[in-house]
């Protein structure tokens, strides 16, 4: 495979795994609890390439730990985010907001720059989240459930891009992105345990004892996908790795309807397809 189409086809991957992921997360009920058996599988996933991977270099451990907070960050924003709205709502709002979150961010941390064909690229995603998101309930409760399900939505979306940007600088100080991807998963799954534990009290044994089977299978989706992922931001720039990971919104919206049964509609395909196709702009208009 050429060394132009490999990050591309680890993003696609990485897509289907994601939105995977996320479906599994809300298709538990319990988001939280299922959050954090996705976030635990990942880490023993991880555990049998420990002895394989060089030790992170002392002078990266800083970049590690700013990860580490960006992430807990992210994941909290996402948890209130699939809480409180259908994942057809939410899913394409956060995960489609994300590039041009990670173009900002990337632009002043990172030093990459857009193309012209690129911004058009990320002004036809973000019109196409705008009509995706509008409300499709007259019932004036839905209409304000479905604008706090936004803003959580809207704030996973800036915790993308800011994990993206943060991974991606970590990722390449290290001596190989697997170190990386490796130490991440060993680490992350201690913030949201935390919260669950805190939150769920006495309850944990029983929440997770429902939530185990499809946050192994969780886990180990997210572990390929995020691995493939952060390989894929030492080939090119982030803000590019992003954009064609978030045609996920598709494969989410796919899932959703025959996992989940929540309906999306005509608009809502039509706007999909938009937000797709100004995504693939973001990457062949580099």
Known sequence: MSSALLPVALCLFSAVTVAL?????????????????????????????????????????????????????????????????????????????????????????????LTLVQILGLLAASLAIIVFALPTASDPSRRSLDRRALVWAALTALGVGMYAVADTKAARAMPSPMTFVVWLFLIDWIGVTVVALWQRHGRIYEAVRLQWKAGLIGGMAGTLSYGMAIYAYTLTDAAIVTALRETSVVFAAIMGAILLKEGFGRRRVIAAAVLAAGLVMMQVGA
């Open 21 to 113: 992921t996320n479906v599994l997360v809300k298709r538990g009920g319990d988001v939280l609890t299922a959050r954090m058996t996705v976030a635990v599988a990942m880490a023993i996933s991880v555990l049998p390439f420990v002895p394989f991977v060089p030790l992170p270099p002392r002078e990266t451990w800083h970049l590690i730990a700013v990860s580490m907070v960006v992430h807990w960050a992210y994941q909290f924003c996402l948890v209130r985010a699939l809480h409180r709205g259908d994942l057809s709502l939410v899913f394409p709002v956060m995960r489609g907001l994300a590039p041009l979150a990670t173009a900002c961010f990337a632009t002043f941390i990172l030093h990459e720059r």
